[in-house]
């Protein structure tokens, strides 16, 4: 295990060092500056003259910035951007120091100057025009002439068709290499499909590294892992050929020193030209400025040129040990055709040995090139024949993965991990047109009548139209990996709605036998369900040609095998009682449907169309559909059942109800003739003195008061002006725990947002102006008990920003102090304001609302408690009367119409003025209608007065009416007394309705019978 989990770590690690390595170098190449001219390793002429020798110059064709002497083939380079040139190793330096050469301002000139003149100047040797394009000068010698020549060379990229070649082949091979692994990872004991990913893996390498090789050869470790991969590759694909499809003796885990022979002569080889590309890179380097540093650098120059010779002659020995290589394989995969054991792995090698047949024609033109044309073969006239080979291996892997099943890789694969490839290769494509042209058109000088707008509309265009295209065969991907997908979808739906709906049993029966034939193409399809436990199972209902038994019944044995498996399916020339079964209903698939965990009934499936097989997908659907239209036919069944009962429910509902009713009525007897008086339940006392008023809107409010005031959670009371909102708050004190702390009131529409903050926080000597000393804020105060923040929606944005920080944290920083003060504070806000419009209009924070609206409580408008203007007039009577020493008592019939007709937009701090008033000017001991002062109200009151008395009941008793009226006025304690007997004697003993003759709540009715010895 041990060893499995070792060499799947380390092929892993080489197939990721593949695939960035790719990546490095297709990053390199484009952005690797480089001199029009190509050099190979040696001189063609073996002749041991000075420099190195132009071997290739196609890249010159179409410059227009050359100055000087153009190159030739044949010249000899001897130096570059002002470095001598020995050897190819100083060549290759050379471009590894344009690629990170800094240009200073004296080496940037005019478009159009001669940089040769300016050299001459300068002694510069690498220059930049003002366009950013950059030119190198180059000495070199002819035969026949007999000083150095200058020519000045613009620096260039690399043709872009070639690039994308690369980046083609890449990608394909990235999706070979994908697959792979994801196989082996799933399988990593299987020994063919190990060496087929690691295969993969150098492949990769050597082909794309291969494609630039003089390019990245000024990159030692991109040259060199070129080289690694490029030896062993031949050595894995042979390996590779051993084992497949079943390795050969000597290939068997037995025998594993085998394949490590295999890789004796490759290794050697890597290691040979390793080292050899090591050396020269050494010898190369550079040892800076000064006498000695020269000497030395042409000491090390000439010892790096003495390498490359033997290299080549190693290089032309590893090509010939690869052609070997190839043969070699060659013969496996015959042995491979041979060794075959069944029509799918003969398939498979068929395809690898057309692929091989191919890939032979076109390295034997390789081998022609390179023994013909060497020159042409080294520069990359091998690139579009290894491309074919590569690319025809690569096909034959296709086919055998997608229709031979090569290396069983379909059964570690699924058919979503295939789509999510073809997908994210489709999005690969798209992705590398797009960056094509976008990297093209940056290094093209594409304008039309020198404007860029034509440009971008025409890019635009071909982006939208490349767009669609990838659309449409995404589409067509969706529809040919899941089509499956779109039938059971359209099924789903249909039994969705049937389930939905709950119709009839016989409903959901034809949607799944309909749905089964539209999605599965089946001739016939019929459901059969169990009469209770039997063995017996009755046709439901069926669709399509056949003649199937209206009843069958199982074996035991058959109804165990279904009730464990829930699937049956045909297999040919069984004999088995399922298969029997199968035989006699003239079925393909037989399903059980589970109703209640039991089985409920079998959905059977006669044959498909052109005597397909069912497939994985195929059953799973009918997996889905058996266990829903299972839930749904009991859902059905079970909708009659209750249909039924809840007509019999409903029959014995009406018959509790006559009961109950009959019930109550014995129930109120029996409380008539009980004498017991009935015991109210206990009720918590609530400190309410300053706040009048009995009717249900204001007890709401203060049963609301009584349940929260012993919490420390903040409370935002609302309602207009003069609802008395103050009082409200400080019953909320008074009733609370911190009822002995005190109670800080700030009214903050009052104060200016620095005042207010002030106030609030406190500040400290010299925060401000008149700051002369330090002054605690009303926080402080409040510590330990309440702080009621009155007009609460008026703050300023500032001020709501540290009322938060304080609610949330029970911190602040007085005004012009860095002290933190921790307090222990309620807060009870009020405001008149909709702080909801307020927050819509960007005036009050929305998280400052959530912190003060834990409890909200809105007090009602006077208006809205018509109930409670009487005591509420008769309690400010009573306080203006003795504020200013009148005997004022009671208010009269017509005034106090007047008071119940008004509408009261000031609410109670209007009522008290209007009594206050009406005090003062009163002569008398009661307030007549003159002395109110409220506009527009004489004539209403008027009118209401003589309606009233038009409409009053002649059957309602006239000591009613005394004792409403008498309740009106200011009693003393005997007539309250008397008042309550009163009530009593007219509703014959009854308390309750003596409590609502008189208006007030009974709890309050009781409380003033005990008070008099009456409860």
Not at 53 to 62: F, P, S, T, Y
Request: hydrophobic content about 45%; overall charge neutral.
């Amino acid at each position: 295990m041990g060893r499995l989990h070792f060499q799947r770590s380390a092929i892993s690690l080489l197939a990721g060092i593949a695939i960035f390595y790719c990546l490095a170098v297709l990053w390199y190449v484009p952005t690797q500056p480089c001199i029009p001219l190509n050099c190979l390793l040696t001189n063609s002429s073996g002749e041991d003259l000075p420099g190195l020798e132009i071997q290739d110059v196609h890249l010159l064709k179409g410059l227009k910035s050359i100055k000087g002497t153009t190159p030739e083939v044949g010249d000899r380079i001897i130096a570059a951007a002002g470095q001598p040139i020995r050897s190819f190793a100083d060549w290759t330096r050379v471009h590894r120091m344009l690629r990170t050469w800094k240009i200073d301002s004296a080496a940037v000139i005019a478009l159009g100057k001669d940089p040769t003149e300016e050299s001459a100047k300068s002694n510069i040797s690498v220059f930049e025009y003002t366009d950013k394009s950059r030119v190198v000068l180059v000495w070199f010698l002819r035969e026949g002439v007999d000083h150095p020549l200058l020519a000045c060379l613009p620096l260039v990229g690399q043709p872009v068709f070639e690039v994308s070649m690369t980046l083609l082949w890449y990608v394909l091979q990235l999706c070979v290499l994908v697959v792979g692994g994801v196989a082996y990872w799933n399988r990593p004991f299987d020994q063919p499909l190990q060496t087929f990913f690691a295969l993969s893996a150098l492949t990769l390498m050597a082909f794309v590294g291969g494609s630039h090789w003089w390019l990245i050869s000024a990159s030692p470790p991109l040259i060199l892992v070129f080289a690694i991969a490029g030896c062993l590759l031949p050595a894995a694909l042979l390996h590779f050929f051993l084992t497949y499809p079943y390795p050969i003796p000597l290939f068997t885990q037995e025998h594993r020193w085998s394949r490590w022979l295999l890789y004796v002569l490759p290794a050697f080889a890597a290691a040979g030209l390793s080292l050899m590309i090591v050396f020269a890179t050494l010898m190369t380097r550079d040892f800076g400025q000064g006498p000695f540093a020269q000497t030395l650098s042409r000491i090390t120059g000439e010892g790096a040129r003495l390498v490359f010779p033997p290299l080549r002659q190693s290089i032309y020995l590893v090509f010939a040990m690869e052609v070997g290589y190839f043969l070699a394989s060659l013969l496996a995969i015959r042995r491979s055709y041979r060794v075959s054991r069944n029509p799918f792995e003969r398939n498979q090698v068929t395809s690898l040995m057309g692929a091989a047949l191919v890939a032979t024609l076109l390295i034997a033109w390789t081998i022609y090139l390179a023994v013909s044309n060497h020159v042409y073969f080294a520069l990359g006239g091998a690139r579009l024949p290894m491309f074919g080979a590569s690319l025809a291996f690569m096909l034959a892997y296709a086919i055998g993965i997608a229709r031979y099943k090569l290396l069983l890789i379909d059964q570690v694969i699924s058919r979503g991990v295939w789509y999510y490839c073809a997908s994210a290769g489709l999005t690969l494509i798209f992705a590398a047109l797009v960056a094509v042209g976008a990297v093209n058109t940056a290094h093209q000088d594409l304008y039309f009548f020198g404007q860029t707008v034509p440009l971008i509309l025409v890019l635009m265009i071909a982006v939208l139209v490349v767009i669609w295209i990838r659309d449409s065969v995404q589409r067509k991907l969706d529809r040919r990996f899941f089509s499956e997908k779109y039938q059971l979808d359209k099924a789903l739906n249909r039994m969705n709605r049937v389930v939905s709906n709950l119709l009839e049993p016989e409903a959901v029966a034809d949607s799944l036998l309909n749905s089964c034939r539209d999605v599965l193409h089946v001739e016939q399809a019929a459901l059969y369900l169990r009469k209770s436990q039997r063995l017996e199972f009755r046709m439901f209902t069926a669709v399509g040609s056949g003649n199937l038994p209206l009843q069958i019944t199982l074996e035991s044995s058959v109804l165990d095998v279904l009730t464990e498996n829930l699937v049956l399916q045909r297999v040919p020339h069984s004999t088995s009682p399922t298969q029997s079964l199968l035989r006699q209903l003239q079925a393909d698939v037989v399903h059980g449907l589970e109703m209640q965990n039991n089985l409920g009934g079998l959905l059977v499936l006669g044959a498909k169309r052109n005597n397909l097989q069912f497939s994985a997908e195929d059953l799973a659907f009918v997996d889905a559909m058996a266990r829903i239209s299972g839930v749904a036919l009991h859902c059905a069944t079970v909708q009659q059942d209750v249909a039924r009962l809840n007509q019999d429910l409903q029959l014995k509902m009406n018959k509790i109800e006559d009961q109950e009713r009959q019930l109550s009525v014995l129930h109120g007897e029996l409380a008539t003739l009980s004498k017991l008086p009935a015991i109210a339940p206990p009720e918590v006392e609530l400190r309410r003195e300053a706040i009048k008023g009995h009717g249900p809107a204001m007890t709401q409010v203060l049963e609301t008061v009584r349940k929260v005031a012993g919490s420390n959670s903040s409370v935002l009371i609302r309602g207009e002006s003069g609802t008395g909102k103050e009082l409200l708050a400080r019953a909320l004190h008074e009733n609370s725990p911190r009822r002995d702390a005190p109670l800080i009131s700030v009214h903050c529409a009052a104060l200016s947002a620095t005042l207010l903050e002030s106030e609030l926080f406190g500040h400290v000597k010299g925060a401000f102006t008149d700051a002369h000393q330090d002054k605690e804020g009303r926080f402080q105060m409040a510590h330990g008990g309440t702080l009621f923040l009155d007009e609460i929606g008026d703050i300023s944005q500032e001020v709501q920003v540290k009322l938060l920080r304080v609610l949330q944290e029970r911190k602040f920083e007085p005004v012009g102090s860095t002290r933190t003060v921790s307090v222990d504070v309620r807060i009870v806000a009020a405001t008149h304001r909709n702080l909801e419009e307020l927050i819509a209009a960007g005036q009050f924070r929305e998280d400052l609302f959530y912190r003060l609206n834990v409890i909200s409580v809105t007090l009602p408008a006077l208006r809205e408690r018509p109930e409670d203007l009487y005591e509420l007039a008769i309690h400010f009577l009573r306080r203006a009367s003795a504020e200013i020493g009148k005997n004022v008592l009671q208010i009269d019939d017509d005034a106090l119409m007047v008071l119940q007709s008004y509408d009261w937009p000031g609410n109670i701090r209007e009522l008290q003025n209007v009594i206050e008033r009406a005090v003062v000017l009163t002569e008398g001991n009661s307030i007549r209608v003159q002395d109110l002062s409220i506009a527009g109200t004489e004539l209403r009151t008027l009118k209401s007065a003589t309606a009233s008395d038009g409409k009053r009941s002649s059957g309602v008793p006239a000591r009613l009416n005394q004792i409403a009226l008498r309740r009106k006025t200011l009693i003393s304690e005997g007539g309250e007394l008397q008042m309550l007997r009163d009530a009593l004697d007219a509703c014959q003993g009854n308390k309750a309705e003596a409590a609502r003759l008189l208006g007030m709540p009974r709890s309050t009715f009781f409380s003033k019978l005990k008070k008099h010895g009456m409860g």
